[in-house]
């Protein structure tokens, strides 16, 4: 494989400034705490995305990253960040896990590109399949979209989950239709488009975002059987961002050295409200095509299980492990037995997880066959999945076993600094080190362990419901059973 000289890559792929940059030009209406925000980069919230997003950028330009981080278009030939690429490979496809683990470990929260990439792959091999099957030419729109995208080295976010209303109800029956995304309205130049996506980590710094259909769908609901790019700002569209205990933290701090993960924050993400808003058909890649979107939100779901389950959270339990380590240290209990089982046991569950998403890239193959689109084995990919879901609650379990009752009964840190209760502070809490390292490190674990991180680990990717339909789908049991009936010699019945 050609690896691509340094300053190719300069050329080809954007520098954090120049993402910052394009940030400045972008004009997103987006609301957050009751006030309308003039710009991403002043506000202290939507900044922490922001930042995050740059730091994703930063690593592709960084030497040691670069096999992870850029691969090469198999639309261009050129150099491109591996956020736009299309895995045509096993070893893309193992990249993009150690991808989603990198970004993790650098940033302590989203890499707000990753659902944008892994919906890009669904997108190629299902538009493929639809072209191929149907004679459509969505695969050749999506192609010169995304040669587009990777040119430009744009982030991409994606937009999956629907607001969903009644859950006994069909999106066709629903009292308020824009609980879904539907079509409007189609026209010669393009279609409109109305309804809402929740839960949408980091639209509001990206460039574009990709809107696939939460679900599969039947005939009788092709107005809802819709996919499509929606540039950031677009006339009708709307981001309102979530609001929390730890994004009031954050507006009210004085200094960002105060907070858990200082610079990048929580994970934060909006609610994209569509008001009519209008999409050129050269931006639609699936419209009515109700029999393909299962296959779609599917192809999506095994790639970002995947990664979402076996290596981005892999990251973060790297960050509260290491953490937890120092919180022992500061302690001076970092020798005992009991507490070493502990730190052993946070990192086989850990582990444990990054093994089945390694074995879901290497085990897996092209889909469609011809597409040269390759997609991860959905077994091992729901498996890793389903593992962290519960793995990292047991891991903040025992981060706030190890980390003790300081990690919620702490002072501010900033207290260490005052004339009067400082000194008192310093003393008091000094033990193994120095309070103010005490402190430190308690507001990081506090950040994980108290936060939000466990309820969107939980449900990221699907909640856990999900990975275990899909598992008992996947399985073979009869020929489990066979195994075990050969070696009783019983007979078939």
């Not at 259909?213 to 059987?225: I, Q, R, S, W």
């Not at 089945?356 to 498996?383: H, T, Y």
């Amino acid at each position: 494989m050609h690896t691509p000289k340094r300053k190719d890559l300069f050329m080809a792929l954007k520098t954090s400034q120049e993402y910052l940059e394009s940030v400045k030009k972008l004009s997103p209406k987006v609301y957050v705490g009751g006030k309308w925000v003039s710009s991403l980069l002043d506000h202290p919230i939507t900044r922490s995305m922001v930042m995050a997003n740059a730091a994703i950028y930063d690593l592709a330009q960084q030497e040691p990253f670069q096999n992870v981080m850029v691969a090469t278009s198999h639309l261009t030939g050129n150099p491109i960040n591996r956020n736009v690429n299309v895995c045509r490979s096993n070893h893309d496809l193992d990249m993009r896990q150690e991808m989603a683990l990198l970004t993790s470990q650098t940033v302590g929260t989203c890499n707000y590109r990753c659902v944008g990439c892994d919906a890009l792959n669904g997108l190629a091999s299902t538009t493929w399949e639809m072209d191929r099957t149907l004679g459509t030419k969505y695969n050749e729109r999506f192609n010169r979209w995304l040669a587009g995208i990777q040119e430009k080295d744009l982030a991409v976010s994606g937009a999956i989950t629907d607001a969903k209303g009644d859950r006994k109800k069909r999106p066709s029956q629903q009292d308020e239709p824009d609980v879904y995304i539907h079509i409007t309205e189609k026209r010669s130049d393009g279609i409109v488009v109305r309804g809402a996506k929740v839960s949408q980590s980091g639209a509001i710094g990206a460039h574009e975002t990709l809107v696939l259909p939460g679900g599969a769908l039947k005939e009788g609901e092709e107005d809802f059987a819709v996919a499509f790019a929606v540039p950031n700002g677009s006339p009708g569209l709307t981001y309102i961002c979530q609001y929390n205990a730890y994004s009031a933290e954050r507006e009210m701090a004085q200094d960002e050295s105060e907070l858990g993960n200082p610079v990048f924050g929580q994970r934060e993400t909006s609610t994209m409200v569509f008001d009519n808003v209008f999409i050129p058909w050269d931006r639609v890649f699936l419209c009515g095509e109700t029999k393909y979107c299962g296959k779609l939100i599917t192809r999506f779901a095994k790639t970002h299980r995947m990664n979402c389950g076996g290596a981005c959270k892999v990251g973060f339990a790297d960050l509260v492990i290491g953490a937890t380590v120092m919180a022992a240290e500061c302690s001076g209990v970092e020798k005992i037995p009991h507490i070493q089982d502990k730190l052993i046991e946070m990192v086989r569950l850990s582990e444990t997880s990054h093994a089945c998403a390694i074995a879901a890239a290497a085990k897996g193959r092209e889909e469609p066959q011809g597409s040269g689109v390759f997609m991860p084995d959905d077994l091992f990919g729901n498996v890793a999945k389903l593992n962290i879901a519960h793995g990292f609650w047991e891991i903040m379990k025992l981060a706030g076993d190890i980390g003790g009752g300081l990690l919620v009964t702490m002072p501010r840190i900033k207290d260490l600094d005052h004339p009067e209760v400082g000194p008192l502070l310093k003393k008091l809490f000094q033990s193994a080190a120095p309070a103010g390292k005490r402190f430190k490190v308690a507001k990081f674990l506090q950040h994980w362990t108290a936060g939000l991180h466990g309820p969107g680990t939980w449900h990221g990717a699907g909640a856990p419901q999900s990975q275990r339909v899909m598992i008992s789908y996947l399985t073979d049991f009869e020929s489990k059973k066979k195994m075990a009936k050969k070696l009783m010699r019983m007979e078939e019945d």
